[in-house]
C-alpha cells in the first residue's frame, strides 16, 4: 500500500499483485489519464526487453561493446532519461506520478534522479507479487556458502580484505587481510566499485584504474541517499495485533522530489519516505522458531552527510551527539509505525537503530549506500562499470555490475563468471541456466506478461 499522510489527513493506494489489477485499479482512480496509463505500462515492456542490450554491452570487450550501445541505443534511451522526464512527458496529474513511482525508495532516487529504466524494472519485478525466503534472510546466505563448500571453496568470517595483491605487470594475484595473505589465480570483488577500486587497489596501480577513479567522482553517479534501518521487536500473536504480509510506504505528499528537497534542507521536516513490514508473519516457519514474538522493519531516507562527522568513532560508542540523533530519529521512525498500528503502542520490547554509519560499520558499504552506486541515467551510460577491470586476473561482481536488489546480485555473479571462463560455465550450465532465466524475464509465461 502506497500513503499520504500529512497532519491526520490520510490517502492510500494499493498496489494489488498482477499487472492486469494494477492496471484496472489505475484507471478506476485516474480515468481521465487512460493514454498515460496505456503508455507506461507499453514502456514498462519496452524497456524490460532492451535489458539485453545492457547485458550484451557489459559482457562484450570494449570495442565490440561499442557497436552494440550503436546498435542498441535507440532502444536503451529509456534508460538515460530520468524517471520525471518520462512521466512529465506523458502526463501533468503529479498524484499518477507520485503514484507510478512509489517504489523510488527501493533503489534510492527520487524520480528527478533515477532511470526511467530502473523504475520500469521494479515495476515489473514486482507486478506479480514478491518472494520472502522460508526461514528468514538468513537462509539465502546459508544456501550460498552450502554451494560454495561443496565446490570446495571456503567462506571465512570476520577476514576483512585491507588490499587486493597485484604484481608489477598489473596481475591481482590474490589479497592481504590483517594477518594474513590469501594467493589465488582469480580475484572477484563483490564489494561494490567504490570499495574496490577506491580502498583495495595499491595506489601505485591508480594509474591503471583511472577512468574508473575518475567516473567514481561523477555526482551522478555517487548514490544521493542513504538509509536508517529501525529493528523493532513487538510482544503478541500476529493474528491478534492483525499484523500483514503485504508493505507499507508512507510519504507526507505524492511530490517524491520536493519531500526530499525539504528534507534534505531541514532533516526536522517530513521524512520524505518510510517503509514498513512485518517480516515474522511473511515466513511461516517464524511462529514455530518464536512463538508470541513479531519483528518489524521500519525504513526512513537519510542523507550521510548528517552523520558523517562519527563515521570515524568507535562503534557503540559514538558518543552523547550521535546517540541523541539517533534517539530523535528513532522516535520519529515509532510514532509513524504507530500511526499506521496503534495497536502495537505497549507492545514493543525491543528496539535498535542503524544509520548510514551502521551500514558502512556493519556492511562494509561506501557512504552508507546499500544499494551500490546510483541508479541514475549516468550509471547506464559508464562503459567502464563491467564485470571485467583493467587489472587482470581481478573480476567486480555484485549489484554495481547492472542493477541493486537480490536480483541484480544474482545476475551480477553470473555475468562475471562467464567473464571468468565461459568454456567452464558452458559444461557447468550456467550459461543455460541464466539465459532461461534471462529469457523468462524477457518473455514470460502468459500469466507473467504485461496485459
Known amino acids: 500500500i502506497a500513503v499520504t499522510r500529512s497532519g491526520m489527513e490520510r490517502e492510500e493506494f494499493r498496489i494489488r499483485s498482477g499487472f492486469k489489477e494494477y492496471k484496472s485499479d489505475l484507471l478506476n482512480r485516474f480515468p481521465d489519464e487512460a493514454n498515460a496509463i496505456e503508455t507506461y505500462f507499453k514502456m514498462v515492456k519496452e524497456v524490460q526487453h532492451s535489458v539485453f542490450y545492457l547485458f550484451m554491452m557489459k559482457m562484450c570487450p570494449s570495442f565490440f561493446s561499442k557497436i552494440v550501445r550503436w546498435i542498441g541505443h535507440s532502444k536503451l534511451q529509456l534508460f538515460h532519461k530520468t524517471t520525471m522526464e518520462v512521466l512529465s512527458g506523458l502526463t501533468t496529474n503529479k498524484e499518477l506520478i507520485g503514484v507510478l513511482t512509489y517504489m523510488w525508495g527501493d533503489y534510492g532516487e527520487p524520480p528527478a534522479r533515477g532511470s526511467f529504466a530502473i523504475n520500469a524494472l521494479l515495476s515489473y519485478h514486482f507486478g506479480n507479487g514478491a518472494f520472502y525466503p522460508v526461514g528468514g534472510p538468513a537462509m539465502i546466505a546459508n544456501n550460498v556458502v552450502r554451494v560454495i563448500e561443496n565446490a570446495g571453496g571456503k567462506v571465512l ?30 580475484i572477484v570483488s563483490t564489494i561494490g566499485a567504490p570499495q574496490t577500486f577506491q580502498k583495495l587497489i595499491p595506489e601505485d596501480q591508480h594509474h591503471r584504474i583511472q577512468k574508473q577513479l575518475e567516473g567514481l567522482k561523477d555526482p551522478n553517479v555517487a548514490p544521493a ?17 492483525d499484523l500483514p504480509k503485504r508493505n507499507l510506504w508512507v510519504f507526507p505528499s505524492w511530490e517524491h522530489d520536493y519531500n526530499c528537497a525539504v528534507f534534505k534542507k531541514d532533516a526536522s521536516k ?16 517464524y511462529n514455530e522458531r518464536h512463538p508470541g514474538r513479531q519483528v518489524a522493519l521500519v525504513i526512513g531516507p537519510a542523507y ?18 550521535y546517540v541523541k540523533l539517533k534517539e530523535k530519529m528513532t522516535k520519529r521512525l515509532m510514532d509513524c509505525l504507530f500511526q499506521e498500528y496503534p495497536q502495537l503502542e505497549g507492545k514493543i520490547n525491543y528496539i535498535d537503530l542503524g544509520t548510514p554509519v ?17 541508479h541514475s541515467p549516468a550509471r547506464f551510460q559508464c562503459d567502464w562499470l563491467r564485470p571485467t577491470t583493467p587489472i587482470k586476473n581481478l573480476y567486480l561482481s555484485g549489484q554495481d555490475v547492472i542493477v541493486t536488489g537480490i536480483t541484480g546480485a544474482a545476475f551480477g555473479g553470473v555475468m562475471s563468471a562467464i567473464s571468468i571462463s565461459m568454456s567452464s560455465m558452458l559444461r557447468k550450465g550456467v550459461i543455460i541456466g541464466g539465459m532461461k532465466a534471462f529469457m523468462f524475464e524477457l518473455f514470460p509465461p502468459k500469466q507473467y506478461q504485461i496485459i
Open 270 to 285: 517530513p521524512l520524505p519516505a518510510v517503509f514498513i513490514s512485518f517480516s515474522s508473519v511473511k515466513d511461516p516457519t
Open 358 to 374: 551502521s551500514c558502512d560499520y556493519y556492511l562494509g558499504n561506501h557512504r552508507g549506500a546499500i544499494y551500490g552506486l546510483s
Open 304 to 321: 550521510y552527510e548528517d552523520f558523517e562527522k562519527y563515521k570515524d568513532l568507535r562503534v557503540k560508542n559514538r558518543g552523547d551527539e
Open 225 to 241: 541517499i542513504s538509509l536508517m534501518s529501525l529493528y523493532v521487536g513487538i510482544e503478541g500473536d500476529a493474528k491478534e495485533l
Open 157 to 186: 568470517v570476520r577476514a576483512p580484505v585491507t588490499s587486493i595483491l597485484v604484481d608489477k605487470n598489473g596481475k591481482a594475484y590474490g589479497v592481504e587481510m590483517k594477518r594474513n595473505r590469501i594467493h589465488a589465480p582469480i
